[in-house]
């Protein structure tokens, strides 16, 4: 089964840290983009917040440049997006979805995680 699990979400105080985890089964994600994708309460889907490219390489939107960061491990077949500084804008649900190629465009994903929930409070 084709499958894409977010973890790592919860509640967290401004300039807190998170990590997120992206799981894969099903198939490989080293040849993927994996692009993590946020959703805030009463709004639509943004673009791609981060994306994590199959070479290695790594995309961020302007928005969370210089406080979110990508990451892999291919031997567990996972992504990972570190957090920090979060702030009460952060909250949202995340998700993370696979391309064959990079893309900043949403339509371009195949196949989408259930998302996890990131709620930044004082």
């Known amino acids: 089964q084709v499958q894409l699990v977010e973890s790592g979400g919860g509640l967290v105080q401004p300039d807190g840290s998170l990590r997120l985890s992206c799981a894969a089964s099903?198939?490989?994600?080293?040849?993927?983009?994996i692009g993590w994708f946020r959703q805030a309460p009463g709004k639509e889907r943004e673009g791609p917040s981060c994306?994590?490219?199959?070479?290695?390489?790594?995309y961020y939107d302007d928005s969370v440049k210089g406080r979110f960061t990508v990451s892999r491990d291919n031997a567990k077949n996972t992504v990972y997006l570190q957090i920090n500084s979060l702030k009460h804008e952060d909250t949202a649900v995340y998700y993370c979805?696979?391309?064959?190629?990079?893309?900043?465009?949403?339509?371009?994903?195949?196949?989408w995680g259930q998302g996890t929930q990131v709620t930044v409070s004082s």
């Open positions: 979805a696979a391309s064959w190629r990079f893309a900043v465009q949403t339509c371009e994903y195949t196949y």
């Open positions: 099903g198939f490989t994600l080293e040849n993927y983009a």
């Open positions: 994306i994590s490219n199959s070479d290695g390489s790594a």
